[in-house]
């Protein structure tokens, strides 16, 4: 079983994320890694800013088969993926905020190129502002598989770091555990604030 501690720390970042308004109605979906074979997500259809350690299920990484009469994520599809393709991952977030699916709309090429802000560093590995971020930008598609192939197939290029954007959708976010991926929800959210505030001040 999932650590229980991870647990309570994912349902604490769940009520921390709608707090802060980047999941309005019941949109986005959280999991963490339960062992090697396993992970537990979020329930289809609930207010992340309520979830209850009861409303996660568990999912087979390999197969995303649940053995469950309730229904996961509809995206449970790309969590499975993130945890297939990176076995360091602990947990995923996948939020909607306004910021994020702002930029990832106006932005017209395939990822967002972030350089200069401090706020970089939150991010795990990147030890200055001058280091060049790109954040990958994937067009949204109702076929959560046809989806995943995209991102398994970038990932195989030019591996996938910290998360990528949805085209009008959110942010999907990792870390090694779920302190790590709030860390980096919060410090690409921040940035993603103040990439849109100087796009739009520029423009004037």
Known sequence: MAEEGQLAALVAACHW??????????GGNMSIRDGEQRCLISESGKDKGSLRAEDFLAVDIASNRVDDVRTPSAETGLHTLIYRSHPAVGA????????????SRIEP???????????????????????PLAIAIFDNDQDISALAAQVAGRNQRDPLRFGFLVRGHGLYCWGRDVQEARRHVEGLEFLFQCELQRRVLEAR
Do not use: D, F
Not at 92 to 103: D, E, G, K, Q
Not at 109 to 131: C, I, N, R
């Open 109 to 131: 090429g395939p990822a967002l190129h972030l350089s200069g802000y401090e706020m970089q560093k939150s991010l795990a590995g990147v030890s200055s502002h001058l280091t």
């Open 17 to 26: 994320i709608g707090s802060r308004g980047w999941c309005p109605a019941t």
């Open 92 to 103: 995923v977030l996948h939020t909607h905020s306004v910021n994020a699916t702002v930029l």
